[in-house]
């Protein structure tokens, strides 16, 4: 039996940062993960060269049934701080669109730096670590002054370990070929903690095969969109796939969109063309040659065909382009459903904010028990949020577990 200070679950950004910060304080930290290998997730993010934050570090950027919960953790955790950390290791990064940061290096450096950062400071782990029970039992204080405590017992394929302080960073469900389990869910219903419903999200769109029929063709094709949902519109690139729709525009309308609900999408978000088709009312030129100015000819081709037949424009009634042009600003479409945990960057749900401290990310009514990290109900839009969210949380529960 090993006793530590602090034993954190799992070796992904948010148990990394947890426990290079513990141990930087002083503590004892043992990491434990069922994975052989370290912040798998890390490794792929940026398609490998790791969108590790965003510059524009906004609470609404954030998606939580407790939406000012994330607040205080950013306060605290800024982008310049991990960017203060890549200067000490001499990592180089650029910026892309809308403020994203990637690592000029990849995310091989990203993890060698965090990875450094925990054994300089005297961090233990043990992976692969098959955890096979959680128990607690709670301790009572030696004085009136002294805070109720709780102690841990972690039993493991590898042994049993004991802590005062237990950190869950066991990520979601997204991605399972790269570990991910259910593990911090039902460990958080153990101790009697809601769950938020879970969903995939950042994740694309798929379509009936009789829906998506007319479209099936267009696999490949992108364009510049706005598309919308709840309030929320997001202006990027947009994919067509064989099963339906993907590119940032989609993954970010994902985390809002609800089953059986259409979404909105502008297709020429920087062209009038009710005023432009009005004002080529008298042309010969066919619509589709027409529309063919704006958007790929393949494009143009099928999807005006689901409304109108392709015919010169003076041949075409007023009422006929102006539901065009409606259209065109405004297709609504309906999908059936995501393609699942498997293609989804994040999980949206999660441990209920409200029964965590945002200041420690501490439980409420355990003692010394912190969930961090994906496992909790926050998820950031698409551009490096949900790792700034691993960091932020990381950090602040490192700097009391």
Same mark, same amino acid.
């Given at each position: 039996m090993s006793t530590y200070d602090c034993l954190i679950l799992g070796s992904g950004a948010s148990g990394l940062m947890c426990a290079l910060t513990a141990a930087q304080r002083g503590r004892s930290v043992m990491l434990l993960d069922h994975y052989s290998k370290l912040a798998e997730k890390i490794r792929i993010s940026g398609g490998g060269n790791c969108n590790f934050t965003n510059l524009d570090m906004r609470p609404d950027c954030f998606v939580s049934a407790n939406p000012h919960f994330v607040r205080?953790?950013?306060?605290?955790?800024?982008?310049?701080? $991990?960017?203060?950390?890549?200067?000490?290791y001499r990592i180089g990064y650029h910026e892309k669109t809308t403020g994203q940061l990637f690592c000029d290096a990849g995310s091989e450096a990203i993890i060698a730096m965090l990875r450094a950062e925990c054994e300089?400071?005297?961090?233990?782990?043990?992976?692969?670590?098959?955890?096979?029970?959680?128990a607690a039992k709670s301790v009572r204080p030696a004085s009136a002054e002294d805070a109720a405590a709780t102690e841990f017992t972690v039993t493991t394929n590898r042994g049993i370990f004991?802590?005062?302080?237990?950190?869950?960073?066991?990520?979601?469900?997204?991605i399972p070929k790269i570990g991910a389990t259910p593990f911090g869910y039902k460990l958080a219903e153990q101790f009697g903690l809601p769950i938020v419903k879970l969903k995939p999200g950042l994740v694309p769109l798929s379509f009936t095969p009789q829906d998506w029929a007319p479209y099936a063709d267009l696999t490949g094709v992108t364009l510049d969109a706005e598309v919308s949902y709840g309030g929320r519109s997001f202006r990027e690139s947009l994919? $067509?796939?064989?099963?339906g729709l993907s590119g940032p525009a989609i993954l970010q309308i994902s985390t809002y969109w609800e089953h059986g609900q259409p979404i909105s999408i502008n297709l020429l978000p920087d062209h009038d063309m009710a005023q432009l088709l009005e004002e080529n009312h008298g042309s010969q030129k066919q619509l589709v040659n027409f529309l063919s100015q704006y958007l790929p000819k393949n494009f143009a081709q099928t999807w005006s065909a689901q409304f109108v037949e392709n015919k010169p424009l003076n041949q075409l009634s007023h009422k006929q382009l102006r539901t065009l042009a409606e259209r065109l600003h405004n297709w609504q479409i309906t999908p059936s459903g995501?393609?699942?945990?498997?293609?989804?960057?994040?999980?949206?749900?999660?441990?209920?904010?409200r029964a965590l401290s945002s200041k420690t990310m501490q439980v409420n009514t355990v003692p010394g028990l912190y969930f961090i990290g994906e496992v909790v109900d926050v998820t950031g839009q698409l551009g490096g949020y949900n790792l700034h969210w691993a960091w932020a949380s990381g950090y602040a529960a490192g700097q009391h577990c």
């Open positions: 205080s953790a950013l306060a605290r955790y800024t982008p310049r701080h $991990f960017t203060s950390l890549l200067d000490r300089t400071a005297g961090v233990r782990w043990s992976t692969p670590c098959e955890i096979q029970s959680v004991k802590s005062r302080s237990l950190v869950v960073a066991t990520g979601g469900l997204s994919l $067509f796939t064989h099963r995501t393609l699942g945990y498997t293609k989804a960057e994040v999980t949206c749900g999660g441990v209920d904010t």
